[in-house]
């Protein structure tokens, strides 16, 4: 595992062909992006989240229109 901690401002590209769990320790703090895609929103501030994240199921995870 690698963790990683981000700075306000700051961006972060991996590319993946295994799935992936990516943990989050300010999910109201974080934009995500999938492909060049926006995700949901994943949750609120100070929200603990985890994502288990595969090259089959990421797509589960792309924002609707609404929520751009």
Do not use: K
């Not at 974080?30 to 994943?42: D, E, K, R, Y």
């Amino acid at each position: 595992p690698q963790d990683f901690i981000l700075q306000p401002g700051e961006t972060f590209q991996y590319r993946y062909g295994e799935p992936i769990v990516l943990q989050v320790g300010n999910a109201g703090g974080v934009t995500l992006f999938l492909n060049g895609q926006a995700a949901h929103p994943m949750g609120t501030t100070g929200q603990v989240v985890e994502l288990n994240l595969s090259p089959s199921n990421w797509r589960d995870y792309l924002a609707t229109p609404a929520e751009h």
